[in-house]
């Protein structure tokens, strides 16, 4: 009996130290433990940078998102990409990234987030051609988004008047705004100096160089066995293989497809001069052959 009578004591002598370490832990060093020491700041980044990603991802490059983008998933009965059998992630109407949250995810991470923000600095120093052009993109993706999913989340973020939450847009007020911003793209363009003419903006950025190229094989020869190898010979540079296998270099890169339909290997290369993208595409058809041998 003593001895419960003490467990008892200790207990609820430990609950007010307990609870104190537990609120300290949830307080302390709060702003260290919520914030990314890595993260890049977006207007650090150099300008053309900037603009890049909004534009590119117009026509997003990652196949996955490109299927979200365009809208491929959202027939769900389509069988296009997944059935709404099974377990599959976006085989219902949730707002998951298989159904619907890969296309919020590329309108407002990689482009709206980005517009919004290069419009306003456009607008403020003055650079009115590149403010249009943003203007097209920011509203072709809102188009995109609204065609799909009806209401979105947009005066209400350009206004910066809210922070917990965002009253949506009827589509109503999004194709007003779409159009204003259109028209007022029309007017900027026409009105940017020499300096901003897309003659500028293209040497703003570096040459680069594709070549294609395929290989021939015969009917019996295993190409996803020789994909692999190849994949396992370059393991120490980057490698994607979504699609194929695509080998990204420090400045160049070849991508290896194979025909679902003959056998051959499509060999596309990219170099900062077309020698250096044949070369690349060369070295590795001639990799291949030996593989296949």
């Not at 298989?98 to 995810?105: A, K, L, Q, T, V």
């Not at 590329?106 to 419009?119: E, G, S």
């Not at 680069?208 to 190898?229: E, M, S």
């Not at 497809?257 to 595409?281: F, Q, W």
């Amino acid at each position: 009996m003593k001895r419960n009578k003490f467990y008892q004591y200790a207990i609820l002598l430990a609950l007010p130290w307990l609870g104190s370490n537990l609120m300290t832990s949830c307080t302390d060093s709060f702003e260290d433990l919520n914030t990314n020491s890595v993260q890049v700041d977006p207007n650090d980044l150099p300008f053309s940078a900037q603009c890049t990603e909004p534009m590119q991802y117009c026509y997003p490059p990652q196949q996955n998102m490109f299927q979200f983008w365009t809208n491929l998933t959202i027939d769900l009965y389509s069988g296009y990409f997944m059935t709404p059998n099974g377990n599959f992630t976006n085989g219902d109407m949730g707002e998951n990234r298989g159904h619907s949250g890969g296309m919020y995810e590329n309108y407002y991470l990689h482009i709206f987030n980005n517009t919004r923000r290069i419009i306003a600095d456009c607008d403020q120093k003055g650079t009115l051609g590149l403010s249009g052009v943003m203007r097209v993109v920011q509203a072709y993706g809102t188009l995109m988004t609204t065609d799909a999913y009806g209401p979105l989340a947009y005066s209400s973020i350009l206004s910066g008047e809210y922070e917990s939450y965002y009253p949506f847009d009827s589509q109503q007020q999004l194709f007003v705004a779409m159009l204003k911003d259109l028209e007022k793209a029309i007017t900027d363009i026409k009105g940017m100096s020499e300096g901003e003419k897309v003659s500028e903006l293209r040497a703003s950025y570096p040459n680069y160089y594709i070549a294609k190229n395929r290989i021939d094989l015969t009917p019996q020869t295993d190409v996803d066995a020789i994909l692999a190898k190849v994949k396992d010979l370059y393991k120490a540079e980057e490698i994607n293989d979504i699609d194929g296998v695509k080998i990204d270099f420090p400045d160049k890169w070849v991508h290896l497809r194979k025909s679902n339909t003959e056998p051959i290997i499509r060999v596309y290369s990219e170099a900062a001069t077309m020698e250096a993208a044949d070369e690349l595409g060369k070295q590795i058809m001639d990799i291949v052959y030996s593989l296949a041998k």
